[in-house]
């Protein structure tokens, strides 16, 4: 007996239902992009193992999805390191390319090889997916889409408020009420390293205190203490875990905490005009909020950073996140390229709204009406109305054989059809149509055009 097939765990199928709300999510994303002037991209599923690894950190290194060599390449592997023992090695001379990571990384590439081809500042928009070995969970898959929009080669902070006014616009539209859009700043962080004297530690530190929202305070000290944090930097470190009040007050206690670190400061002004500035544009939908401990663990951040948070009552990690990186095009050579980035978690969005039923009933398109087949001459007068009523863009189908009326009728059912239509003798020499009504339960014999008007 022949095994049931399974897909690979982290992933999953999708029926037509679950594709039309997707692409709800995704159009309005994109109408929004495109509205706010981003230009679409697209890069390949896989990338050059060396472009990938080494640019999210250690965690997310282990969390690339290589791709085994095949054929005379396989010769390369190096076999001496198997024998040693060094498997990490080893695995790594069997695979010269991996599935992305994220859609940002590949963007940098993109911007550097196609460098004299742009326009600066460049600002595109990627709406593909994207491969993590993680362990699945809810809302966290192993293949997923992301919606990236990117601005590179500007230093300019009103692409920051753009960007919050983007988040806004986009929940707006997808009538997700009570999002609200977490923001700092990396400087601030590196601020906080350095007055409490583990600057070296910075990559530790961040990646610790990224996990508050997973392993809570204790946790987050335990794992600064087992990443060589000093018990006496984390102490310094423990205002922060208090801070409460408005955005003004957060900024107020900020400043106190890092008056010795010029780089800290310049942190806090950063985000000070970003929130002066939206307070003069009021967000429709979405709340911002300075959350002193967002961290963002990939290492290429340095400037201000966001993380979306679903409605409250949802579980839901984030659903959404970025920031700006000043020198992520370095690492390919083309230095003095800052940008900012934000994405949008497809996904959970989905998750987010199917919970609070807030998806359009009219989302999932659906045949208007379905022709009973009686046989080839009653199929052939049928065709020729199903031909005219697609031309003006009214969805219609045949039953493609002339099955009991049991069956056809059931299918149309099954499917939520709302109108069959019926033709035999009679009707073709009347030139007419019998059309019933699914929900309501009522039949009436009408012309074409009369059908063509119900259907409309």
Same mark, same amino acid.
Request: hydrophobic share 40%; net charge negative.
């Given at each position: ?12 199928? %999708? ?20 509205? %706010? ?7 390949? =599923?896989?990338e050059n193992s060396d472009t990938l690894l080494g640019k999210y950190g250690e965690e997310g290194d282990r969390l690339i999805f290589k791709i085994l060599n095949s054929g005379d390449k396989v010769k390369k592997a190096d076999l001496s390191a198997l024998a040693e023992g060094n498997l990490a090695k080893f695995s790594n001379s069997l695979s010269e390319k991996a599935l992305k990571y994220d859609l940002t990384v590949p963007f940098a ?30 809302? +966290? ?14 230093? =300019? ?55 508050? /929202? ?81 961290? +963002? ?29 000043? /020198? ?15 994405? %949008? ?25 379905? %022709? ?42 099954? +499917? ?41």
């Amino acid at each position: 007996m022949a095994q049931k097939p399974k897909i690979p765990q982290g992933t999953r199928d %999708f029926s037509p239902v679950e594709v039309a709300k997707r692409s709800y999510i995704m159009n309005t994303i994109k109408e929004q992009f495109q509205l %706010f002037g981003f230009h679409p991209i697209e890069t390949p =599923s896989f990338e050059n193992s060396d472009t990938l690894l080494g640019k999210y950190g250690e965690e997310g290194d282990r969390l690339i999805f290589k791709i085994l060599n095949s054929g005379d390449k396989v010769k390369k592997a190096d076999l001496s390191a198997l024998a040693e023992g060094n498997l990490a090695k080893f695995s790594n001379s069997l695979s010269e390319k991996a599935l992305k990571y994220d859609l940002t990384v590949p963007f940098a590439r993109y911007v550097v090889q196609h460098q004299n081809e742009l326009e600066f500042p460049f600002k595109r928009y990627q709406i593909q997916p994207v491969w993590r070995a993680d362990r699945p969970q809810k809302g +966290r898959f192993r293949e997923f889409y992301q919606c990236d929009a990117d601005v590179v080669g500007s230093n =300019s902070l009103w692409q920051e408020v753009e960007f919050v006014q983007l988040y806004d616009a986009v929940f707006t539209q997808l009538k997700l009420e009570g999002v609200t859009i977490k923001m700092n700043n990396r400087k601030i962080l590196s601020g906080i390293a350095e007055v409490i004297g583990a600057s070296d530690k910075l990559i530790d530190f961040t990646v610790a205190l990224d996990k508050l /929202d997973k392993i809570g305070e204790d946790g987050v000290k335990k794992e600064m203490l087992n990443k060589g944090i000093s018990e006496e930097a984390i102490a310094k470190v423990q205002p922060l875990f208090n801070f409460d009040g408005d955005a003004s007050t957060k900024i107020e206690q900020l400043k106190t905490l890092l008056a010795s670190s010029e780089e800290g400061l310049k942190g806090v002004e950063e985000l000070q005009f970003i929130l002066n500035a939206v307070s003069e544009m009021p967000l429709q939908t979405a709340t911002l909020d300075l959350d002193v401990t967002l961290a +963002r663990g990939l290492n290429y951040y340095t400037g201000a950073i966001f993380e979306v948070g679903a409605p409250e009552g949802v579980k839901m990690g984030s659903i959404g996140g970025g920031g700006r990186y000043d /020198d992520l095009t370095g690492v390919f050579g083309l230095k003095n390229m800052s940008g900012i980035g934000i994405s %949008f978690g497809l996904d959970r969005i989905y998750l987010v709204i199917e919970e609070l039923e807030l998806f359009p009933e009219t989302v999932a398109p659906n045949t208007k009406a379905l %022709f009973i087949n009686f046989g080839d001459e009653e199929a052939m007068y049928c065709m020729k109305a199903v031909r005219a009523l697609r031309t003006n863009g009214i969805t219609a189908e045949l039953y493609p054989s002339s099955a009991k009326m049991k069956k056809q009728m059931g299918h149309a059912n099954k +499917r939520n059809i709302p109108f069959v239509i019926l033709a035999g003798t009679s009707e073709i020499e009347k030139n007419s149509f019998t059309v019933k009504n699914m929900t309501e339960g009522t039949q009436e014999e009408m012309s074409y055009k009369e059908l063509e008007k119900l259907l409309s």
